[in-house]
């Protein structure tokens, strides 16, 4: 069939949604483009939820992907409020709630991810905060202008950046969490301890090495009991323990699940012509394997890549993780994925809180953070990408260009 007869449907109208939409018609694609959205708002980013936005400093027009006539004027039917709820692989057919029934010719997954759910007495209560989209924002948005004390569970990004906006705000903050410093998981104990100081600094009382035991109260949650039997009296709790990938469509059809929706070099799924991409997306990276990022530029690059795989283009997707983050007047990114690792190596000092840190396995460097320093996230990353071992010394150098740390490279 031509290609201007064909339908192309999006499920998810975030942040990767939306990107693959806009790529599509901008590839050219001038066949039927449905893009279909549980939420009630147009595409919208999320990084503004837990920083600017939820401290009341931008407005939400801000946080738009497009402009509110974008999708009618690109002659994309943007369908929000409604959601997918069956997905038929055979007959290439979806199922919508409205009971519309919707045939494609090619598909795309872009579903996200929801907040992992706390089950524990007093899970229930009000005032228990999670956060993923505007209406969550907007919730505890209210709870930061009325104040008060705001236990969060979790020091990872969110429960942090979280923790950073209420204090921001006033609100008095108590962080608990099993991990020995905030952001153990990915930055490891050394530079984890960077943002423990930073937060301690700002008066947020951390607990950790420890969990939540139960919520209690009566209809509102009015304290938390930790797991090592203390009880810390709030007025709102935020719970940020994670997120996991919405696969339930794609597993239900049979599609091939993993952690996230598994798809090959070229963000195919295991079923020909139905591709993922975004949070939901487990890729299969060309340099680091089965990887699911779960951060604002996967989805800004994957989407606009499953689009041009879509309409057959070659060459797969071979980014390299990057994202960012906000607490107080810190500002970081981080490129590259270390999971494992010798040693980390700094140019200039972190307690200046003006420095990258360099994550090094056999003498190659695998993630790179830079802290209140910019413009050098692209060269980390060349770094990381190049493979090549480097020299310590030079690296932790500020006066060598990142680039030239390289064993092997010498200043021209
Ligand atoms: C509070 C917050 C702060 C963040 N801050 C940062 C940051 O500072 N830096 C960074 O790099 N990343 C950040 N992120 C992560 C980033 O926002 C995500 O990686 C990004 O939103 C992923 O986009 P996505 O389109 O893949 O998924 P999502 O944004 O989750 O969008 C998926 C959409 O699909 C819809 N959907 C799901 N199933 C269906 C269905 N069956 N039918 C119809 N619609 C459906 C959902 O309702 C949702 O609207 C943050 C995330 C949050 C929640």
Redesign the pocket.
């Known amino acids: 069939m031509a290609i201007d007869q064909q339908t192309f449907a999006i ?8 990107k693959a939409a806009e790529t599509l018609r901008e590839e050219g694609y001038d066949g039927r483009l449905v893009l ?4 009630p708002d147009r ?1 919208y ?3 503004p ?3 600017d936005y939820l401290r009341g400093e931008t407005a939400r027009e801000q946080a738009y992907v497009h402009p509110a006539g974008f999708y009618a004027d690109n002659d994309i039917e943007l369908r929000v409020g ?4 069956e997905l038929d692989a055979g007959r290439r057919e979806l199922a919508l709630d409205t009971g519309e029934r919707l045939r494609y010719d090619r598909l795309l997954l ?6 992992r759910r706390l089950s524990i007495p007093g899970s229930e209560l009000g005032g228990v905060h999670y ?3 505007f209406a969550d ?1 907007d919730a505890l948005r209210e709870r930061l202008t009325a104040g008060g004390r705001l236990v969060v569970v979790g020091a990872g ?2 429960g942090c ?1 979280v923790a950073a906006s209420a204090r921001m705000r006033g609100m008095e903050v108590t962080v608990i969490a099993p991990a020995s410093v905030p952001l153990e998981g990915v930055l490891g104990p050394e530079v984890g301890a960077i943002y423990r100081d930073l937060h301690l600094e700002h008066g947020v009382d951390l607990r950790l090495g420890t969990g939540v035991a139960s919520f209690e109260g009566d209809g509102e949650v009015h304290a938390v009991r930790t797991q090592d039997g203390a009880v810390i009296a709030c007025d709102a709790v935020v719970v940020g323990i994670g ?1 996991a990938p ?1 696969t339930q ?1 794609a597993a239900s059809a049979g599609l091939a699940v993993g952690n996230g929706v598994l798809v090959d070099g070229r963000l195919e799924t295991s079923v020909p012509g139905v591709f993922a ?4 997306a487990d890729h299969l990276h060309p340099a680091l394997g089965r990887l699911r ?7 800004l690059h994957q ?1 606009p890549a499953a689009a041009r795989a879509m309409l057959g283009a070659p060459g797969g997707y071979a980014r390299t993780p ?5 607490q107080y007047d810190v500002g970081m990114e981080y490129s590259g994925r270390a999971v494992d690792w010798d040693r980390v190596v700094f140019r200039g000092d972190p307690s200046t809180r003006e420095f990258i840190a360099f994550w090094l396995g056999a003498g190659r460097v695998m993630a790179g953070m830079n802290v209140n320093v910019w413009d050098v996230a692209e060269s980390i990353q060349a770094l990381i990408a190049g493979g090549g071992r480097v020299d310590e010394r030079r690296l932790a150098d500020p006066d060598v260009p990142i680039e030239q740390a390289v064993l092997g490279e010498v200043a021209s």
């Open positions: 499920v998810g109208a975030g942040f990767a949604g939306a279909v959205g549980a939420e595409p980013e999320r990084p939820l837990s920083k409604e959601s997918v709820v872009a579903t996200g991810a929801e907040p956060l993923r989209t924002s990004w969110i950046e997120a919405r469509l991409a975004g949070d939901v990022v779960e951060h604002w530029d996967n989805a989407g990057y994202f960012f983050s906000d």
